[in-house]
Structure formats: C-alpha cells, structure tokens
T-cell receptor, first 112, second 111 residues
C-alpha cells in the first residue's frame, strides 16, 4: 500500500491563480480530510468527507472547495489564491469507526 | 470536545523516559484521549488513545488519572528520533473523525 499520497510536494502561486491539490489513498478509507498548518501552529481542519459524494466544512473552509467523486481521491481546490493561504496542507484518511488517522506527507504552498 | 493544555516544550536525555503531560479538566465521560506526533514537517502520526484505563502499545504508554482530568504520555526509552511535536487531543467517542489540534508540546531529545 502507498498509503496517503499528495501532489505536488511544493507549489508557488501568484495571487489570484487557481490550482488543485491532489490527495489519494489506496486503503479504501471512507473518511478523508484536509488540514492546513501555518508556521508554529497546530493543524486546522479545512474540509472533510465521510464517503463518496459527501463533503462538509471544517474550521477554516473559506477560499477552498472540495469534491469526492470516488473513495480514493479527495482534491482540494483554491479558486483564487491569496497570500493568507500560504501554508502546508495535509490530507488524512481513516476507516469510519476506527481511531487512527493516516496523514499524507503534505504540500507546501506559497502564494506571492 | 474538551480543550487540552500542554506545556509548549520539554527536554529529555536519550535513553531516559519522556513523560509528556496533558490537562483536560473539562473532559466528559464518553470522550477519548488521543496522542499524535509530528516529526519535523512530516504528516502527524498516531501514537495511542484511551478512555479510562491505562494503555500500552509498541510506541508508548498512556496513563489517565482516575478522575480523567489529566493524562501522561510516556516514551519509555526516548531516542533522538522521538524529537517531535506531540499533540494531545480529546474526542467524543461517537465522532472519532474530526481531530482538533492544539499547538502541542515540542519534545527535544538530546544525546
């Protein structure tokens, strides 16, 4: 198993550009989520999904969109990047009803 | 979910036990205590969780006080690779999905 994979590892955007951060898992996990981590801070939940076709907002959803068309993939879209979205983004997944979440290696995003 | 309080940083000598405290004085009866750690800039890694009883696995031990208002994560023989930020999280048992991370404790293991 590859576990949770994220692409790209690094990305630089200009203000106003759009892009999609990719997240995939091969463990058939129902639950997937996106977090952001700003310097010196803990992780904050952006969006999450409890299964294909179902998504919901977390603590800091503004400026981000998600969709879940398959169990494996959970992309995060930035429609119009802003410098405040400079952060490290982590994707995670787990099986519903279990306790352990599996995190990806992260995407480091800089918006200039 | 109950809030948690952790010291911002701790040091530990290599080979010694690292004892990381967490205060969760407002915890309710059906809330679990979880511990995750984040090594350097990697994604967080699950360590252990518990409800009432003390728990042990291959990574660590979790000691929860009888009143459940605090807990301690114990790394019995810390190594340099245990240097990381450790997060204590309290979650409702019926909703184990949405983790709310605080700022954690930065553990520095020194030779």
């Amino acid at each position: 198993n590859a576990g949770v994979t994220q692409t790209p590892k690094f990305q630089v955007l200009k203000t106003g550009q759009s892009m999609t951060l990719q997240c995939a898992q091969d463990m058939n996990h129902e639950y997937m989520s996106w977090y952001r981590q700003d310097p010196g801070m803990g992780l904050r939940l952006i969006h999450y999904s409890v299964g294909a076709g179902i998504t919901d907002q977390g603590e800091v959803p503004n400026g981000y969109n998600v969709s879940r068309s398959t169990t494996e993939d959970f992309p995060l879209r930035l429609l119009s990047a802003a410098p405040s979205q400079t952060s490290v983004y982590f994707c995670a997944s787990k099986t519903s009803g279990t306790y352990e979440q599996y995190f990806g290696p992260g995407t480091r995003l800089t918006v200039t | 979910d109950a809030k948690t309080t952790q010291p911002p940083s701790m040091d530990c000598a290599e080979g010694r036990a690292a004892n990381l405290p967490c205060n969760h004085s407002t915890i309710s009866g059906n809330e679990y205590v979880y511990w995750y750690r984040q090594i350097h800039s990697q994604g967080p890694q699950y360590i252990i969780h518990g409800l009432k009883n003390n728990e042990t696995n291959e990574m660590a031990s979790l000691i929860i006080t009888e009143d459940r208002k605090s807990s301690t994560l114990i790394l019995p023989h810390a190594t340099l690779r245990d240097t990381a930020v450790y997060y204590c999280i309290v979650k409702e048992s019926y909703n184990t999905d949405k983790l709310i991370f605080g700022t954690g404790t930065r553990l520095q293991v020194f030779p």
